[in-house]
């Protein structure tokens, strides 16, 4: 049995679907579907049936799954092998939330360049969901983001790192202008400077404002936390972040918190990996290292 096979059997899994597939190995979608082909004729079995307009697994499909997914593991355990008799090298993906790569991993990634510089690091900042969905499929090594994005029940392997508090925050003339962010049913005329629809933070607080009925002026989307802290420092409008975010800001004046009725609501930062994923001398590393240890 060719373990290219099996390899493209679970790569449409991941990716649901053929074409999908096909563009994820640099493949044809002829070479797709003869591959699966082949590894039906080996098994004397369906594993793909058309639905409307999809192809979904059979129920041989959905048992053949975990033992693909045991002989890939295998394989990579076989090819780490060498590795781990000798030292950490080799590629790591993981894929960070923002706050997080700006603010509390620069320690663990010089850390961990100094303790395995043969190592290629494969760093992309990624929004949370993201991050979990291709912890899921198999993209990604590891993932560093906030634990809140839920949806992932046990197939993800999570080792907590922090709990954080969120802030409101904007400039001291801001804040002097409006500083009631509690009492319900009012128009504040002042923009909401945040990331994009599905961070996290910006979730909880549009929430928040929508339970007490209070409406913003407008919302100016951003990138880049460094941007949203700097217009918030000019006086462009409020933000809400992690408050290790700003917290050389709050405490040099640049900027004030206000207070609202989310105070002590925190959110918890999580290193993860898939629970089926083989733990390689490298990624024990890199937890090891974001663990303090």
Same mark, same amino acid.
């Given at each position: 049995?060719?373990?290219? /096979?099996?390899?493209?059997?679970?790569?449409?899994?991941?990716?649901?679907?053929?074409?999908?597939?096909?563009?994820?190995?640099? /493949?044809?979608?002829?070479?797709?579907?003869?591959?699966?082909?082949?590894?039906?004729?080996?098994?004397?079995?369906?594993?793909?049936?058309?639905?409307?307009?999809?192809?979904?697994?059979?129920?041989?499909?959905?048992?053949?799954?975990?033992?693909?997914?045991?002989?890939?593991?295998?394989?990579?355990?076989?090819?780490?092998?060498?590795?781990?008799?000798?030292?950490?090298?080799?590629?790591?993906?993981?894929?960070?939330?923002?706050?997080?790569?700006?603010?509390?991993?620069?320690?663990?990634?010089?850390?961990?360049?100094?303790?395995?510089?043969?190592?290629?690091?494969?760093?992309?900042?990624?929004?949370?969901?993201?991050?979990?969905?291709?912890?899921?499929?198999?993209?990604?090594?590891?993932?560093?983001? /906030?634990?809140?994005?839920?949806?992932?029940?046990?197939?993800?392997?999570?080792?907590?790192?922090?709990?954080?508090?969120?802030?409101?925050?904007?400039?001291?003339?801001?804040?002097?202008?409006?500083?009631?962010?509690?009492?319900?049913?009012?128009?504040?005329?002042?923009?909401?400077?945040?990331?994009?629809?599905?961070?996290?933070?910006?979730?909880?607080?549009?929430?928040?404002?929508?339970?007490?009925?209070?409406?913003?002026?407008?919302?100016?989307?951003?990138?880049?936390?460094?941007?949203?802290?700097?217009?918030?420092?000019?006086?462009?409008?409020?933000?809400?972040?992690?408050?290790?975010?700003?917290?050389?800001?709050?405490?040099?004046?640049?900027?004030?918190?206000?207070?609202?009725?989310?105070?002590?609501?925190?959110?918890?930062?999580?290193?993860?990996?898939?629970?089926?994923?083989?733990?390689?001398?490298?990624?024990?590393?890199?937890?090891?290292?974001?663990?303090?240890?």
């Amino acid at each position: 049995m060719d373990l290219k /096979y099996l390899n493209t059997f679970r790569t449409i899994v991941a990716e649901g679907g053929f074409s999908r597939a096909a563009e994820k190995l640099n /493949y044809t979608q002829s070479t797709i579907t003869f591959q699966i082909g082949q590894l039906e004729r080996e098994l004397s079995v369906t594993l793909f049936e058309k639905i409307g307009r999809k192809m979904v697994l059979t129920k041989a499909g959905e048992q053949l799954l975990p033992y693909v997914d045991e002989v890939l593991s295998s394989v990579e355990k076989l090819r780490c092998f060498e590795q781990e008799l000798v030292q950490c090298q080799g590629d790591l993906r993981v894929g960070v939330a923002e706050t997080q790569l700006c603010y509390r991993m620069p320690p663990v990634l010089k850390e961990f360049h100094a303790q395995a510089p043969r190592a290629h690091l494969f760093l992309r900042s990624m929004n949370c969901y993201d991050i979990r969905d291709e912890l899921m499929s198999g993209t990604l090594d590891l993932g560093i983001f /906030y634990e809140d994005v839920g949806g992932f029940g046990s197939n993800l392997v999570t080792d907590p790192l922090s709990s954080d508090p969120l802030a409101l925050v904007a400039s001291p003339r801001v804040k002097a202008r409006h500083p009631d962010y509690i009492t319900p049913d009012q128009r504040i005329p002042v923009p909401l400077i945040i990331n994009e629809p599905r961070c996290i933070f910006r979730q909880i607080f549009e929430q928040y404002l929508r339970d007490k009925a209070i409406r913003l002026d407008h919302t100016i989307e951003l990138w880049s936390i460094p941007t949203i802290k700097n217009l918030v420092e000019n006086d462009v409008g409020i933000s809400f972040l992690p408050r290790f975010a700003v917290e050389e800001e709050l405490e040099a004046g640049s900027l004030a918190e206000i207070p609202t009725s989310l105070s002590g609501r925190t959110i918890t930062a999580v290193c993860a990996y898939h629970k089926n994923k083989w733990v390689s001398p490298l990624m024990r590393l890199f937890l090891n290292l974001c663990a303090g240890g």
